[in-house]
T-cell receptor, first 114, second 110 residues
Framework: GAGVSQSPSNKVTEKGKDVELRCDPI?????LYWYRQSLGQGLEFLIY????????KSGLPSDRFSAERTGGSVSTLTIQRTQQEDSAVYLC????????????FGQGTRLTVV | QQQVKQSPQSLIVQKGGISIINCAYE??????FPWYQQFPGKGPALLIA?????SEKKEGRFTISFNKSAKQFSLHIMDSQPGDSATYFCAASTGNQFYFGTGTSLTVIP
């Protein structure tokens, strides 16, 4: 596709359930980022993948959060045992490489935990 | 700890006026400073970016002013239009990850 694609666009889940959010980056982009945006808040860094290097997981808020990137392309963010405070928009971005190039964002997945 | 501090949180400007959003940082390793524009329901999109070897960059009605010694940079929107109403985020990068400000909600009144 032409841009970063995220699915689903909206997800409503019950507290305690696990959810998986998917990101398809732009083809050829080696860097992939996950951010969380709570209502009226800025972008909170979650995790960063660059090529085959070990991911930077320093932003993950708890061990309920994990992410993987298969084959250097598609990424999945998993939230286990969801809590109401996990409700937010989860944004994925990709860039051509790690060195100060434009990050292109997807439209995000709006997660609501009820 | 907020790596990039952004102000104001919200801004209301008359059509045709100048919108100014300010950001400050501490980490002198930052070497790329983009501004992103976000409309409701959309992901942020790059508006304009600057590197610290220049003090100003202009693209159309949008200008970034960069003060390396003060570790501050700002976005100026000239001749602001209602279509500019959006949330604006400044960011800074070391080439490893992007650190974003908390955002400024801009409303341009017709």
């Amino acid at each position: 596709g032409a841009g970063v694609s995220q699915s689903p666009s909206n997800k409503v889940t019950e507290k305690g359930k696990d959810v998986e959010l998917r990101c398809d980056p732009i083809s050829g982009h080696t860097a992939l980022y996950w951010y969380r945006q709570s209502l009226g808040q800025g972008l909170e860094f979650l995790i960063y993948f660059q090529g085959n290097s070990a991911p930077d997981k320093s932003g993950l808020p708890s061990d309920r959060f994990s992410a993987e990137r298969t084959g250097g392309s598609v990424s999945t963010l998993t939230i286990q045992r969801t809590q109401q405070e996990d409700s937010a928009v989860y944004l994925c971005a990709s860039s051509l490489n790690a060195v100060n190039t434009e990050a292109f964002f997807g439209q995000g997945t709006r997660l609501t935990v009820v | 700890q907020q790596q990039v501090k952004q102000s104001p949180q919200s801004l209301i400007v008359q059509k045709g006026g100048i919108s100014i959003i300010n950001c400050a940082y501490e980490n002198t390793a930052f070497d790329y400073f983009p501004w992103y524009q976000q409309f409701p329901g959309k992901g942020p999109a790059l508006l304009i970016a600057i590197r610290p070897d220049v003090s100003e960059k202009k693209e159309g009605r949008f200008t970034i002013s960069f003060n390396k010694s003060a570790k501050q940079f700002s976005l100026h929107i000239m001749d602001s239009q209602p279509g500019d109403s959006a949330t604006y985020f400044c960011a800074a990068s070391t080439g490893n990850q992007f650190y974003f400000g908390t955002g400024t909600s801009l409303t341009v009144i017709p």
